[in-house]
Each structure stands twice: as structure tokens, then as C-alpha cells.
């Protein structure tokens, strides 16, 4: 399957964005789809995941209650809506996939990857 992401940007703090995930080339619905980040110098680290119909869902702490996944199947597009953004959320945002339904905060878990998509945000 491939993988799109879009939607990132430069914004203020406090301010909303929502990132795309696109994806092309197998049945949406079967995979699980999760959101990870990497700000500059540090690892990678994993923010949403959602199973294959968007009913079970999983949050980092540093983003619970401030990003939402969802998914909409019949577009084959998975999205990350981010509220009262931080500086401290600044990082590539990259979207990820795979048919397996468990360990999805682990990025090893998932086989296919999107290029990333930049978000910036501003003190």
C-alpha cells in the first residue's frame, strides 16, 4: 500500500491542523493505520494509531485530549485532527500501516510509510 501525507504547515500556538494520510494500491480497510512524529534531534515517537474500522483508538499521553484520528474507509484516508497545537509539536508527522491490529504504539510494527509532512508551530 502507498501512503500520502499532507496537510502540515506553519501555525501559531493554539491553533488547529489537520493532517491527511491518502492511501493507494490495497483494501483501506484492512489495515490499521497510526501517526507518528520526529522533531528535529530527537527519536521518533508514536501519537495516534486506529484499528481498521476506526473504533478502537490510542493516543500518546503528550497528545490525549488534543488530537483525534479517525478514518474514513470509503476514501481510504485516515486523518489527524490537531487542536491547541504546542510548540512542542512541532516534528515531520508521518502516517503509517499494517494488517496486524495489536502493538500499533510500536513504529515496528507497521510495514509501509509515508513521506511525512512538516508542521511548525510558533510560540
Known amino acids: 500500500v502507498q501512503l500520502q501525507a499532507s496537510g502540515g504547515g506553519l501555525v501559531q500556538a493554539g491553533d488547529s491542523l489537520r493532517l491527511s494520510c491518502a492511501a493507494s494500491?490495497?483494501?483501506?480497510?484492512?489495515?490499521?493505520m497510526g501517526w507518528f512524529r520526529q522533531a528535529p534531534g530527537k527519536e521518533p515517537e508514536f501519537v495516534a494509531a486506529?484499528?481498521?474500522?476506526?473504533?478502537?483508538?490510542a493516543y500518546a499521553d503528550s497528545v490525549k485530549g488534543r488530537f483525534t484520528i479517525s478514518r474514513d474507509n470509503a476514501k481510504s484516508t485516515v486523518y489527524l485532527q490537531m487542536n491547541s497545537l504546542k510548540p512542542e509539536d512541532t516534528a515531520v508527522y508521518y502516517c503509517?500501516?499494517?494488517?496486524?491490529?495489536?502493538?500499533?504504539?510500536?513504529?515496528?510494527?507497521?510495514?509501509?510509510w509515508g513521506q511525512g509532512t512538516l508542521v511548525t508551530v510558533s510560540s
Open positions: 486506529s484499528d481498521w474500522r476506526g473504533g478502537n483508538t
Open positions: 494500491g490495497r483494501t483501506f480497510d484492512n489495515y490499521a
Open positions: 503509517a500501516a499494517d494488517e496486524s491490529m495489536i502493538h500499533l504504539r510500536h513504529g515496528v510494527t507497521y510495514t509501509y
